[in-house]
């Protein structure tokens, strides 16, 4: 259960509930996240700024695959609600289904190309506690990505560390929307359970 309850819609600042209308376009839904963030409309308001910052694309890191960087980031901090929120979005970025199916498991998956598997390996990696990222994973990442893209994949990664502690550690209830994609792409190859984040 939610440690603090997320606030209604209705129950927002009406200037950040027009803000917060953002994330319906990329997960169908306003998270219980930001919800409960609105209790504190200028922390809302921050995030939701440094969430369409980071999310932009400016380079050759495409929307789809900043949503699979916050799968694996997410994935190996062990978010289930941010896990649930980003297969979610990478579908409704246009990943295949077979990217979705293998994500988890990217390093052998023929569907990555390696320039992905090289920036996958560093959120993966980046995403640990301790930090796991390698000389090995830094060099792979540098022959492959230019500064501004390795900036955009840590802006990704550093995004979910912030998320995946607030969700994780607030108990944050998974929607309906999220839950159910988590349960048809995840539970199968993964063993994915919402856990701690039911309503």
Known sequence: MAIVRPLDEEEIEPGLREEVQFFKGPLGVVPNSVRTMSHRPDLARAFTNLNIAVMTSHGAVTPEFKRLLGYVSSFASGCRYCQAHMILASERFGASAERLDDVWNFADSPHF???EKAALAFAHGASQVPNAVTPEIEADLQAHWEEGDIVEIMGVVA???????????????????????????LVENTGWEIGKHTS
Do not use: C, H, I
């Open 159 to 185: 995004l979910f560390g912030y998320l995946n502690r607030w969700n994780d550690s607030m108990g944050s209830a998974l929607e309906d929307l999220p839950v159910q994609t988590a349960e048809r792409l």
């Open 113 to 115: 190309s390696p320039a």
